[in-house]
């Protein structure tokens, strides 16, 4: 079984520097894309920032030169740089990887459980 586990949520104050990770782990042959997603109570998860396996990176516009995406491959592990916070970015923050698992044809997502953000003003 393929599990995705977020670590390094934190309570920081507004304009302060976080940086939340996330490793995959279990069964895995390959990870294209892996990716952050955030969601509050009430609201739909959003997406964050993406990485593929080539090296091409995607961001939301609200947090676009704020927010670092990057991984190492070796160790199935994906980080988020987060920069100059704000109380708007506080979330529970989710990874997400498109990855093949062992005895499967075929790719698909995965998720985490989440890692909490906030960011106190």
């Known amino acids: 079984q393929v599990q995705l586990v977020e670590s390094g949520g934190a309570l920081v104050q507004a304009g302060g520097s976080l940086r939340i990770f996330c490793t995959a782990s279990g069964s895995i042959i390959s990870i294209n894309t892996m990716a952050w997603y955030r969601q509050t109570p009430g609201k739909q998860r959003e997406f964050v920032a993406q990485?593929?396996?080539?090296?091409?990176?995607k961001y939301a516009d609200s947090v676009k030169s704020r927010f670092w995406i990057s991984r190492d491959n070796k160790k199935n592990t994906v980080y988020l740089q987060m920069n100059n916070l704000k109380p708007e970015d506080t979330a529970v923050y989710y990874c997400?990887?498109?990855?093949?698992?062992?005895?499967?044809?075929?790719?698909?997502?995965?998720w985490g459980r989440g890692t909490q953000v906030t960011v106190s003003s």
């Open positions: 997400n990887a498109n990855l093949m698992a062992g005895g499967s044809d075929y790719s698909a997502d995965y």
């Open positions: 990485l593929t396996s080539g090296g091409s990176t």
